[in-house]
């Protein structure tokens, strides 16, 4: 008799949990800056009177290059983390 309680306590104790039910799906879209979504103009190309002169356009065009990449670089850091 001990033994057939043992037995179905066991049992009772290798019930499978309720399945949990989604009832509400949310949809979260993620705000980007509005500062993100543009870029510096290029600046004008010169008249190449002189190397120096080609060389800050060279600059100044790096400049509007690496700034916009690094708009890019954020947003995808945005969209990459999970949400809290």
């Known amino acids: 008799m001990i033994r057939t309680m043992l037995i179905a306590l066991l049992l009772a104790g290798c019930a499978a949990p309720k ?3 989604i009832t509400k799906i949310q949809l979260v ?3 980007v800056p509005p500062g993100l979504l543009t870029c510096p103009n290029s600046p004008v190309v010169p ?3 002189s190397q120096a002169v080609v060389a800050n356009y060279i600059v100044a065009l790096w400049k509007a290059g ?3 990449r690094d708009h890019l ?3 995808q850091h945005m969209l990459a983390r999970p949400s809290s």
Do not use: D, L, N, R
């Open 19 to 21: 399945p949990v039910t």
């Open 29 to 31: 879209e993620p705000k």
């Open 47 to 49: 008249a190449a009177t």
């Open 66 to 68: 690496s700034i916009c």
């Open 73 to 75: 670089a954020a947003i």
